[in-house]
Each structure stands twice: as structure tokens, then as C-alpha cells.
């Protein structure tokens, strides 16, 4: 059908592991999304920080959280926690760790390029 496209994330065109997180990765429009699945007890400066190798998130995040809640803490020690239906606006340099007993899944559309790469 002309003037209309469709992708999925059961069908991702990328997945990036990280730790005990998954990342799926689709392109759309020239956008890529990055739907990230984190289990409790998943943080950034453990699962990811081996793979990125710098001693703190270096991407901009800008998404949604879709489910669980995840908790970012700024360089600067600025902290804020994020839950189902809010979005988010991460600048680089930060940590990030799930809190609570609940698999948390985000929808993240800024920051896929480097999300748990190396």
C-alpha cells in the first residue's frame, strides 16, 4: 500500500545484549527505535559500562517508559525516577538502574546508535 509502512519489534533488525538487558533495535521513517528490556536489579554502570568502556552513559536519551521503573542519576548527582507514561529527556553522562521487582521495558528514540555498544 503506497504511502504506508509497517515494522515490529518481533521482528527487530537489531538486538544489542546487555548484561541481563536486551535492546531491540527497528528503523522506521529514517528513525530508529530502541526498545530496551531490563530485568530488576539491571544498572548501567555493571551490565553496560564493560561494553561502553567510559565510566558513565555518554548518549542523549530522549523516550517514554512503557513499563517498571528505572531510576538515572547525572554526573552532577542529579537524580530523578521515571515510571510507566512518563517521558524522559537524559543528557550524556549519567547512570541508570532498575528499582522495584518489575521487568522494565522503555521505548527510547535518541539514543539507539550507541545503547549498549562497544
Given at each position: 500500500?503506497a504511502?504506508?509502512?509497517?515494522?515490529?519489534?518481533?521482528?527487530?533488525?537489531?538486538?544489542r545484549?546487555?548484561?541481563?538487558?536486551?535492546?531491540?533495535i527497528?528503523e522506521?521513517?529514517g528513525?530508529k527505535f530502541?526498545?530496551?528490556?531490563?530485568?530488576p536489579?539491571?544498572?548501567?554502570?555493571?551490565?553496560v559500562?564493560?561494553?561502553?568502556?567510559?565510566?558513565?552513559?555518554?548518549a542523549?536519551h530522549?523516550?517514554?517508559?512503557?513499563?517498571?521503573?528505572?531510576?538515572?542519576?547525572h554526573n552532577d548527582?542529579?537524580?530523578?525516577e521515571?515510571g510507566?507514561?512518563?517521558l524522559y529527556?537524559i543528557?550524556?553522562?549519567?547512570?541508570?538502574?532498575?528499582v522495584?521487582?518489575?521487568?522494565a521495558?522503555?521505548?527510547?528514540?535518541?539514543?539507539?546508535?550507541?545503547?549498549?555498544?562497544?
Amino acid at each position: 500500500m503506497a504511502g504506508v509502512a509497517k515494522k515490529s519489534f518481533s521482528q527487530p533488525e537489531e538486538v544489542r545484549n546487555a548484561g541481563s538487558g536486551r535492546g531491540d533495535i527497528v528503523e522506521i521513517a529514517g528513525v530508529k527505535f530502541l526498545r530496551m528490556t531490563l530485568p530488576p536489579g539491571w544498572k548501567w554502570s555493571k551490565d553496560v559500562k564493560p561494553l561502553a568502556g567510559t565510566d558513565s552513559c555518554q548518549a542523549k536519551h530522549v523516550g517514554t517508559m512503557i513499563r517498571g521503573r528505572m531510576v538515572v542519576r547525572h554526573n552532577d548527582g542529579s537524580e530523578q525516577e521515571f515510571g510507566p507514561g512518563d517521558l524522559y529527556e537524559i543528557q550524556p553522562g549519567h547512570d541508570a538502574w532498575i528499582v522495584g521487582d518489575v521487568e522494565a521495558v522503555g521505548l527510547d528514540v535518541t539514543g539507539s546508535e550507541n545503547w549498549a555498544k562497544q
